[in-house]
């Protein structure tokens, strides 16, 4: 009697083990549906995926997220946009003859600090794959019209046992992410960020089951489309009700909303698409052409110096992305020099960005910190 119970306890625990229930039985036909998945590819029992992706981080600490748009090829120009304070940058495929081997090179020449990601052309293999080879951290899919769709996009997006991307080379798992906390493949689900694009009435009709789909991080309520595809604009009524429908769709299956930068103040919105590069230098240029207009009118007027916002944008403009340390410590120069005179929350909102800048430039904060404190303030609160 001891005997069988021991042999039927031994049962009872092979028949609740993956391998047991995988064994097929001579003869059997293979069932997929029926397969268990196995633990090679999960972390050790008790340990939670760390989120080392920034703009997945963005998102689980409320955001907001923000991503600048890139349309050049130019490394230089992709670098000065990654280290201008963005979250993640998304580099448009869809509307732009860029090729996977330009969009590699910049992605391989500065993978932060702001996540690369893209907006793909299209959901297929060829394009989700390559984006995520390469490196790409943020996944961004237009014209999202049914549920058939949005799931084609996941399952292209997320590793098994959620999707059914192929494990490959590429920079990404290869290069670039190699040593991510937890590793690559382990983690990746985890990490990813996939937005998919409601732009037609179809994908209005379809968003609220679209959102509820596992793996759907966030929805995009695509603004320009959106009119294009309805006839209406934002502030029209009918309009306007397309964009209530998504975000009560994204509020119901608890993801994040996304939208254009200029809908900051909308509520529900979360994650935003911010200008071009080439947007950036035009303003940027106009900042430092308006200051040095105002000095030069200015000079022996005993005017008090220019306010706040031009020092910012001349900080942005020339410390965003450090080319040469001399203009970055003039700008800091010159923002501290003006901020000595002004009330105290005004030198607040001079030093925040002096002291982000610091912050992402190790090699220059020793001799930024020591303009500051020559002017008299204190950069570290």
């Not at 999707?163 to 990746?188: A, D, I, L, T």
């Not at 609220?208 to 294009?228: C, H, M, Q, W, Y």
């Not at 916002?309 to 080319?323: F, K, S, T």
Request: charged letters at 20%; aromatic letters at 8%; hydrophobic letters at 40%.
């Amino acid at each position: 009697m001891a005997t069988m119970l021991r042999s039927g306890l031994i049962l009872v625990v092979l028949a609740i083990t993956p391998g047991f229930l995988n064994a097929q039985q001579p003869g059997d036909r293979f069932r997929a549906d029926q397969f268990q998945y196995g633990p090679r590819n999960q972390l050790p029992p008790g340990e939670s995926a760390e989120i080392w992706n920034p703009a997945k981080r963005k998102l689980v600490e409320g955001g907001p997220l923000i991503g600048g748009t890139v349309r050049s090829v130019d490394p230089r120009t992709y670098c000065a946009m990654a280290s201008a304070g963005y979250d993640f940058l998304w580099v448009e495929k869809q509307h732009e003859a860029i090729s996977w081997e330009q969009v590699a090179r910049m992605w391989r020449t500065c993978p932060g600090p702001a996540a690369p990601g893209a907006r793909i052309a299209y959901a297929d293999e060829r394009e989700i794959q390559q984006a995520t080879d390469m490196g790409a951290l943020v996944v961004v899919v237009p014209t999202i019209d049914t549920v058939e769709e949005a799931q084609e996009a996941i399952d292209l997006t997320y590793f098994p046992p959620l999707g059914k991307r192929s494990f490959g080379g590429g920079q990404g798992p290869g290069e670039m992410w190699n040593r991510v906390p937890g590793g690559y493949r382990q983690s990746w689900n985890d990490n990813v960020v996939l937005i998919l694009m409601i732009e037609t009435l179809e994908g209005v009709e379809n968003a609220r089951e679209i959102a509820k789909l596992p793996g759907v991080t966030a929805l995009f309520a695509a603004s320009g489309d959106l009119g294009n595809f309805s006839g209406y604009g934002e502030g029209d009524p009918e309009y306007e009700a397309l964009i209530d429908e998504i975000a009560t769709a994204a509020r119901e299956a608890g993801v994040h909303l996304c939208g254009p930068l200029r809908w900051a103040d909308r509520p529900g919105f979360t994650c935003f698409q911010a200008g071009t590069e080439t947007a950036n230098i035009r303003r940027g240029a106009q900042a430092e052409i308006q200051q040095a207009v105002e000095q030069f009118t200015r000079r022996g007027t005993g005017e008090e110096p220019v306010g706040v916002a031009p020092l910012v944008a001349d900080l942005e403009a020339q410390c965003g992305a450090i080319v040469y340390e001399a203009d970055c410590i003039a700008a800091v120069q010159r923002a501290v020099t003006a901020a000595v005179e002004l009330p105290q929350s005004e030198q607040s909102a001079i030093l925040a960005p002096i002291r982000q800048i610091a912050q992402r430039n190790p090699a220059v904060a020793p001799r930024i910190r020591e303009v500051v404190t020559a002017a008299g303030l204190i950069l570290d609160p």
